[in-house]
Nanobody
Framework: VQLVESGGGLVQPGGSLTLSCVAS????????MNWYRQAPGKERDLVAG???????NYLDSVKGRFTISRDNDKNTVSLKMNSLKSQDAAVYFC??????????WGQGTQVTVSS
């Protein structure tokens, strides 16, 4: 099983980034795909998720700014982030979760929001 995130980087407040996660080694279409983030000294947050049925959910603080989408043909999930704020800065992780709540994690990608 492998989850590889990309797309992180440095962006100014108000800017945009799109994170991508490429999955392999499991039946992608049967898994809920989530994006978590963790900043130093803070709790880990579930930022966005899309179930295998296509239902999406978002952390309240990112609603209207972030969009998660998955492509089951390409085994990818992305997180488009607009209007980024300093409090969005964190390491972002792609996680695959099955119906038994077993999880696979990517290595994470750093998002820095700073002027």
């Amino acid at each position: 099983v492998q989850l590889v995130e990309s797309g992180g980087g440095l962006v100014q407040p108000g800017g945009s980034l799109t994170l991508s996660c490429v999955a392999s080694g499991f039946i992608f279409s049967r898994y809920t795909m989530n994006w978590y983030r963790q900043a130093p000294g803070k709790e880990r947050d579930l930022v966005a998720g899309e179930s295998f049925g296509g239902e999406r959910n978002y952390l309240d603080s990112v609603k209207g700014r972030f969009t998660i989408s998955r492509d089951n043909d390409k085994n990818t999930v992305s997180l488009k982030m607009n209007s980024l704020k300093s409090q969005d800065a964190a390491v972002y992780f792609c996680i695959a979760q099955d119906w038994l709540l077993n999880e696979y994690w990517g290595q994470g990608t750093q998002v820095t929001v700073s002027s």
